[in-house]
């Protein structure tokens, strides 16, 4: 193969392309940022803390939220009500609002 | 390139306390060269940079492996050989669908790229290179433009210099002929 006719007839060696200016000084420095180990600032170095403290709080709130509205919600039962009401109406029958004052007071009938 | 340079690079580049700056020092010195590696295949100017940062990031992380079976450039030449030919399939498998063939796409690319400044001829030229196969115009590149030795692009390649010769010989008769069917 002649070589030498091959370039004379393709105009040499030249290539039609370029770069930006300063492209290869930029590169140089953007590799190096690249490869530089990255430093944290102390807020991120707190993070996984304020993460913790954030989600212990939440189910802390959670929590309280839903024991709340369970006691809101669902009435309070008690057994001994009926009994209760039965009892306090049969002493009420047995004294008049006048006995009950002179029992209070201290005197006897 | 001096060569001398990059090997009184390489014991920093092993120590992991002076590895940084020294790769620095690494890029500062073959950048140019590996960029235009890459520009020839890939032609348009935004593509060599993502190709080439994607060279550099993975010589980075693979330094550790790095054994020094070969020279530090020829290392990073195989990595960065490798990257651009990625580069192009991945191309090509986006451009799989598209009735326009690949060649043009490219073609069309490097037209709109405002850092190509070629004029008819060398258009002509840059589309009959790009009608040889990928690996055919990689050795094209290297010999014709880089005027690298066989040798070296065997290592490079890991293709055998017989085969090398035969590739450039049969590139140059297709580009050749194909310059001589457009006039």
């Given at each position: 193969m002649d070589e030498k006719v091959f370039d004379m007839e393709m105009r040499g060696r030249e290539l039609p392309f370029s770069v930006p200016e300063g492209y290869f000084e930029r590169f140089a420095e953007e590799m190096?940022?690249?490869?530089?180990?990255?430093?944290?600032?102390?807020?991120?170095?707190?993070?996984?803390?304020?993460?913790?403290?954030?989600?212990?709080?939440?189910?802390?709130?959670?929590?309280y939220l839903v024991f709340t509205l369970q006691r809101g919600i669902v009435p309070q039962t008690d057994d001994y009500?009926?009994?209760?009401?039965?009892?306090?109406e049969i002493i009420a029958d047995q004294f008049d609002v006048l006995q009950l004052e002179d029992i209070l007071s201290g005197e006897e009938e | 390139m001096d060569n001398s340079r990059l090997d009184d690079l390489l014991p920093k580049l092993m120590d992991a306390r002076e590895r940084a700056g020294a790769f620095s020092s690494l890029v500062r010195l073959t950048q140019e060269r590996l960029y235009w590696h890459v520009r020839k295949m890939v032609l348009v100017h935004e593509d060599a940079n993502d190709v080439l940062q994607n060279?550099?990031?993975?010589?980075?992380?693979?330094l550790g492996s790095f054994r020094g079976e070969c020279q530090i450039y020829t290392w990073l030449y195989r990595i960065a050989t490798n990257e651009t030919l990625t580069f192009l399939a991945s191309?090509?498998?986006?451009?799989?669908?598209?009735?326009?063939?690949?060649?043009d796409v490219m073609l069309s690319r490097m037209e709109a790229d405002v850092y190509y400044e070629g004029e008819e001829m060398q258009r002509k030229f840059q589309r009959a290179v790009l009608s040889l196969p990928e690996k055919q115009r990689l050795v094209f590149n290297m010999r014709y433009y880089d005027e690298m030795k066989y040798e070296e692009i065997s290592e490079i390649t890991g293709t055998s210099v017989g085969a090398l010769k035969a590739s450039y010989h049969h590139a140059v008769r297709k580009i050749e002929q194909f310059v001589r069917d457009e006039d």
């Open positions: 190096e940022r690249s490869i530089a180990p990255q430093k944290r600032p102390v807020w991120a170095l707190a993070r996984p803390i304020f993460t913790a403290a954030a989600v212990f709080a939440g189910l802390i709130a959670v929590s009500m009926p009994v209760r009401q039965e009892y306090a | 060279t550099y990031m993975k010589a980075w992380r693979s191309q090509r498998m986006k451009n799989v669908s598209s009735p326009v063939d690949y060649e």
